[in-house]
């Protein structure tokens, strides 16, 4: 079991930097009981001698780790309510690696191989992101006027773990000596500490009667750019012939650990770019002077073009754009399926129906295929999250 049945009296919502595993295991919102229950009751259907191993993954203090593991889990737990036998870690002819799935039938045959694989930030990004986390929380929890907030922007991200007590005091006796009546005027301050430069605002306004439990009331994030299509593409490489060749259909689950896709119809445009390429505009010039435009992709699709295939190895890619459980059932936020009309193996229409896309030739195009919701599958309640109203669902870290 990997979350026990304790006393929970936490409410607070989850800390930036907090690992996903000790916040669900901490929190007494109701929300995250059902939460637990569901998540226990999948790793109860792993096969025993699986369960240890899942458990250790989960219960890792890397939230990266534990949603690369929820999400075999939950790609698992779908297989089974769909009624196939999976076999963990099936024998295939690399002779070491091993895919996670092998759905099999009521009579043992294979329907299909399936792998889940995560694309993530950089391992550098992960322990910048870990020591700003630490300077957050500090101020955070920093004493600030009342009636007051902080604002918090990282200017320069430092390689250091600087002393954020001495930080604290700095911004405390700043915050004492800038306060002022007029809300609309927000002092600021570039504060160093070693080789961090860290922006902080004192917004004023607010009730000084209430007791203040978190000092920042507004920060800043990253700007970057966005290129889900080529972390999808990445990922299929990397997964697609990793175990050789299969007698059977192979399906590659890709999981944005990164936040890196927009959600809506442009998660179904970075799938297709990354498995047929991505579109651009070509722009021809005749003799005459005149031109046209008009939009066509480039030879960088994974699956190549239509006709001229490539990875036929590969039957279908499935996208799943959050790795935890709370967006199942939002609809810019849902999982797809794209199969690859030329492959080797074609997936059954049976096996993880999703909503997707799919190549019509008649028409030389992508169309829409409704599918089967992948919290429909699972058997989520609905609505979900439970008492959405309340919910305080933790942000990605």
Known sequence: MLFEDKQRTRTAPKRPGEDDYSFYDSSARDEFQVYRNLVNGWIAELPEDERAEMI???????????????????????????????????????????????ARDSDDN??????????????????????EATIYNAIDKAKVPAGF??????VTYGQSSPNAGKLCKEIEEWAVASQQDNPEVVPTKVFEAD??????????????????????GGAMGDVRIVSAETEIREALKKKGSRYGTFKAPYVV???????????????????????FGTVVTQVTTFASGDYETKEVRK????????????????????????????????????PLLLKNPTATNPLPDGLLPLP??????????FVKVEGTRLADILGLPAPWPPEEDDAEVPKQN
């Not at 907030?149 to 990282?154: K, L």
């Not at 990164?258 to 990354?274: P, Y």
């Open 56 to 102: 250790a993954r989960l219960k890792k203090n890397d939230s990266l780790g534990y949603q690369a593991a929820l999400a075999e889990l939950t790609i698992h737990a779908a297989l089974v309510r769909q009624g196939y036998s999976v076999e963990v870690h099936p024998a295939c002819e690399h002779p070491t690696r091993k895919p996670d799935f092998l």
């Open 356 to 365: 997707g896309y799919q190549f019509d030739a008649a028409k030389d195009a």
């Open 299 to 334: 030879d960088d699709g994974y699956w190549g073009h239509i006709n001229t295939p490539r990875h036929q190895n590969v039957s279908a890619a499935i996208l799943l754009p959050k790795p935890h459980l709370w967006d199942l059932r939002t609809d810019r936020w849902q």
């Open 149 to 154: 907030r902080f604002t918090y922007d990282v």
């Open 195 to 216: 080789d961090w430069k860290i922006e902080i605002g004192l917004m004023g306004g607010f009730k000084k009667d209430v007791q203040v439990e978190r000092a920042i």
């Open 110 to 131: 294979p329907v299909a191989y399936v792998e889940v694989t995560t694309f993530g930030p950089a391992q550098e990004h992960v322990t910048q992101s870990n020591r």
């Open 253 to 275: 689950v890709v999981v944005d650990c990164k936040d890196e896709l927009t959600g809506g119809d442009r998660n179904a445009e970075s799938l297709i770019d990354a498995a």
